[in-house]
């Protein structure tokens, strides 16, 4: 067992790439009947100039230091795109540290000015923690999401609520999983920094003994750097509405960030967010939710 938490996500990650790849993908024979979809130890290892036991050893998360050449020559032979280049580097450089003991595990706050801007801001607006707690929001995201008042803070979590079915709406959205990819490789991200952070565990954990879907999909060790994009979401009131959404780090906060959902101006988008911002039909949605 690996005694470094950033060793052992290192080697996960390598796995799951390793196993994404095929010998055609990289030149090389199938060999005929194989006992793994994916490229053999060895012929990574072959791929990126190492011996089988350096590979394997870095896969088991055991406690090695790979040089940054070694990383390149592993990235080169994965084919890894910048992004998880970036990370698989992240993930080496952390493990090379001691283990702190004294990592920072307190409450994620809002600041009372971001609380402030939420509130005048006239399009949908949340406040999300690093490791994807629903922290606040304003009466527009309320009135396109729903009232987080009905789930316990606990529950506040967006990965949570993307596998709660009565939160998704049956998860009849057209590109719900592209949605709850999105919020998984954020969650990557977040615990590339602290694979044991409490919260982080509790999610993962949860959803993995729960969730089959998940598990499939956070087997896959998607990493997302994602700062923009676009969802889908059905209103009663007024149908769908697609929406433009992008994540901002809250400034001199580290962790916490806003997501702002904004439609294409004169669209018919932007007409359904008029309507949802209409008193009538924010009389209607607080009549929905008190029934």
Known sequence: MASHPH???????????RGQLRPQDVGLESGGKRKVSGLRREELALLAGLSTDYYQRMEQGREIRPSDDVLDAVANALGLDDKDRRHLFKLARAARRPVHSTANHDREVVPDST??????????????????????????????????DRYPTDRLNMLLLMFDSTFTDQRTCP??????????????????????????????????????????????????????????FRIPEIGKIAMYWDAYPLPGCPGPFMLIFTAEPGSADAIQLQLLASPHTAQQSAIKVAE
Do not use: K
């Open 7 to 17: 060793a052992q996500e290192l080697g996960d990650f390598l796995r799951a790439r």
């Open 115 to 148: 609380r402030r801007l939420l509130r005048v801001m006239t399009t949908p607006a949340i406040v999300l923690g690093r490791y994807l707690d629903l922290l606040d929001w304003n009466p527009l995201a309320e009135m396109m999401l729903g009232s987080p």
């Open 175 to 232: 590109n719900w999983e592209n949605q709850a990819l999105n919020y998984m490789g954020m969650m990557r991200r977040a615990i590339a920094y602290d694979p044991t952070h409490p919260r982080a565990t509790a999610v993962v954990g949860e959803l993995s003994i729960r969730s089959a879907e998940f598990r499939r999909l956070w087997a896959r060790h998607d990493v997302r750097e994602t700062v923009s994009g676009t969802n889908t």
